[in-house]
């Protein structure tokens, strides 16, 4: 029985998926480890739809209404690339390199790494130093 937790459907994944990485975070923050039922129905009044909003709600009812599922204590794949992608950047390895690293493209990385100067994560560049273009 001790197997049952493995074989439920991961909530996080799901809202990563369908809804967003800010709201999979969030539910991944209030209720990591546990397992919860979906309703079959998405109430406005439902304190899982005050963490992931009424269409984030719609969308994982239609997948799971009605189903227990289980909130993964673990990050998120898209989780772990950012904070690879913040670590190796703040030690001043190239986007291309990153790229190879994480396995992702490098505009993908150069996203990352926008979001990541955006919302105070990673500092700007250093005056003179490459963006991690490259230059013909």
Same mark, same amino acid.
């Given at each position: 029985?001790?197997?049952?937790?493995?074989? !439920?459907?991961?909530?996080? %994944?799901? $809202?990563?998926?369908?809804?967003?990485? %800010?709201?999979?975070?969030? $539910?991944?923050?209030?209720?990591?480890?546990?397992?919860?039922? @979906?309703?079959?129905?998405?109430?406005?009044?439902?304190?899982?739809?005050?963490? @992931?909003?009424?269409?984030?709600?719609?969308?994982?009812?239609?997948?799971?209404?009605?189903? !227990? @599922?289980?909130?993964?204590?673990?990050?998120?794949?898209?989780?772990?690339?950012?904070?690879? $992608?913040?670590?190796? +950047? !703040?030690?001043?390895?190239?986007?291309?390199?990153?790229?190879?690293?994480?396995?992702? +493209?490098?505009?993908?990385?150069?996203? @990352?790494?926008?979001? !990541?100067?955006?919302?105070?994560?990673?500092?700007?560049?250093?005056?003179?130093?490459? +963006?991690?273009?490259?230059?013909?």
């Amino acid at each position: 029985m001790s197997d049952a937790p493995d074989l !439920l459907p991961d909530l996080v %994944d799901a $809202v990563h998926r369908l809804v967003g990485a %800010d709201q999979a975070r969030t $539910v991944q923050e209030a209720l990591g480890g546990a397992r919860i039922y @979906v309703p079959k129905h998405a109430d406005k009044g439902h304190w899982l739809t005050d963490l @992931v909003g009424a269409d984030g709600m719609r969308k994982i009812v239609r997948e799971f209404g009605g189903d !227990l @599922v289980l909130v993964n204590r673990q990050e998120t794949k898209a989780d772990l690339h950012r904070h690879l $992608v913040q670590l190796l +950047s !703040l030690a001043r390895i190239p986007v291309w390199i990153i790229a190879l690293i994480c396995d992702l +493209s490098p505009r993908h990385v150069s996203s @990352v790494r926008a979001q !990541l100067r955006t919302s105070g994560e990673l500092p700007p560049p250093a005056p003179g130093r490459p +963006s991690g273009k490259r230059h013909a």
